[in-house]
């Protein structure tokens, strides 16, 4: 039976519903660029390494708070300690700042599959313009793009509303396993086409570095990794607290802290077998974030001709698919949170009404971007690389400071606060094997914050370009 806040059903469930929140943009557009433009092979170890040293470790922490206290991060973090409640508030900060960027893209995304469903019936679908000017002329068109960020909106609230088992696993049980068929299905399609092996060169060989004009250096690639690696697993901002809160006792923290990243790194590596081979076939040059998911991968399925329509289409639902699944985990921060902060008031807390109250709070940060145009207003920040957009800028604070920052304090929480076997005793209840116990225990306490400490101070150097 579900009890009042909601649980999940099923150990399947929850393993689904967490790879539906990490597998999002970061995969798609973030990983397969950064490890070419970052030596390949050598930033895939070091990206490796972060995984292991750092996310399985955050994952399993995360996890552990949110089962042992059975709430979202703000009461969860406070009832451990009342020092870190803080970060808890930085969780629900950060799942606004992300969702008010990422329902955007989602929307270019529900934009850009409309247009090849058109065009698959012979229709024009994006006004008869190339890849470059649709964008340029899309993304000017504030009023579109809000207009789709909202029908972005409007689906996650009802999937949200819906609650734990009825709504967020309900939908992760269908497209989490829908994206897996849909990229496995554009990889073999891509790697048939003459000239797809030099996209296999441009992630995992040296020669990435070249096309992309970027040298290898060690703590770039340290820096850029560990920020990636954050983001791409929702780690550091609550995202794993909350949905471990659902979990029942007889759940193996130890198994899925191990698992969930694994699958993650993996849909990462396809990501990028999906993108890079049919952008080198058609003859594009690569490129990173919003750029190479709407400009370059537009002209790539134009240049297939007919058929790019379907694999365009595809294409784009496989984005739908994994934003939305993320954008869900996103919103259920905040909305678990308030659902909580109300229920210890002693109130009776309407689900379906919080939902919408933040998705609105979202909205208006969303309206922000859209208003920005990627960067109309916004050429005064000091970033070095990126596109100094407002985009950028709340990307910046949530991978850049907030998620490391939070993954730093919970590791001193568990590893340093609370009691020596605070750890194993939550995770061995119900005679539930620790696995790799030792790891666990001695990198929560002098690894992963070191490491972690090291990324957030270099990435806020990044920003000022240094
Ligand atoms: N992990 C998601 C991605 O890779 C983004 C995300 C971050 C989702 C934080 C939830 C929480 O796109």
């Known amino acids: 039976m579900e009890n009042k806040r909601g649980q999940w059903t099923s150990s399947f469930g929850f393993i689904l519903a967490s790879i539906g929140s990490a597998i999002g943009m970061g995969n798609l557009w973030g990983f397969p660029y950064k490890m070419g433009a970052n030596g390949g092979f050598p930033f895939l170890i070091i990206y490796m390494i972060m995984v292991i040293a750092c996310g399985v470790v955050v994952m399993g922490v995360e996890m552990t708070i949110g089962r042992h206290t059975g709430k979202s991060p703000i009461l969860a973090l406070s009832q451990l300690s009342k020092k870190f409640k803080i970060i808890g508030i930085f969780g629900v900060m950060c799942s606004f700042l992300i969702t008010g960027f990422y329902s955007v893209l989602i929307g270019y995304s529900i934009r850009y599959a409309f247009g090849f469903a058109k065009q698959i019936f012979g229709v024009q679908g ?68 003459p000239g797809a092996k030099q996209g296999l060169a441009f992630m995992f060989s040296a020669s990435g570095m070249e096309i992309a004009g970027t040298k290898f250096n060690f703590f770039n690639a340290v820096r850029t990794a560990g920020g990636q690696m954050l983001f791409s697993l929702s780690l550091g901002m609550g995202c794993m607290i909350t949905y471990g809160s659902y979990l029942g006792k007889e759940e193996n923290i130890s198994t899925s802290a191990w698992l969930i990243p694994a699958i993650d790194t993996l849909a990462a590596l396809l990501a990028g077998l999906a993108i890079f081979p049919a952008v080198f076939a058609m003859g594009q040059a690569p490129n990173a974030g919003p750029g190479l998911l709407f400009i370059t991968m537009h002209n790539t399925f134009t240049s297939m001709g007919y058929v790019g329509n379907f694999v365009g289409f595809l294409f784009y639902l496989l984005v739908i698919f994994a934003g ?141 370009g240094l």
């Open 324 to 464: 939305v699944t993320s954008a869900i985990s996103l919103i259920e921060v905040s909305t678990a949170s308030m659902v909580d902060g109300a229920t210890a008031k002693g109130k009776n807390p309407n689900r379906r009404k919080i939902t919408f109250f933040v998705c609105l709070g979202m909205l208006i940060i969303s309206t922000l971007v859209c208003f920005d145009q990627l960067g109309k207003y916004t050429g005064w920040l000091p970033f070095a690389e990126s596109s100094r957009s407002f985009l950028d800028l709340l990307d910046f604070i949530a991978e850049g400071v907030l998620m490391p920052l939070g993954s730093v304090m919970m590791c001193i929480l568990v590893g340093w606060v609370l009691k020596k076997d605070w750890l194993s005793n939550e995770i061995t209840l119900n005679g539930n094997k620790f696995y790799t116990k030792n790891f666990f225990t001695f990198f929560v306490k002098y690894v992963t914050p070191v490491l972690m400490t090291f990324v957030l101070i270099s990435l806020v150097l990044s920003f000022f």
């Open 126 to 193: 994006f006004e008869g313009l190339g890849g470059a000017d649709f964008f340029g002329a899309y993304t000017s068109d504030v009023l579109s793009v809000f207009i789709f960020t909202v029908i972005c909106y409007v689906v996650c609230w009802i999937i949200v509303s819906g609650g734990i088992s009825n709504g967020i696993e309900k939908f992760s049980k269908v497209c989490t396993p829908a994206l897996f068929v849909i990229l496995i299905a554009i990889i073999i399609y891509n790697l048939t086409l």
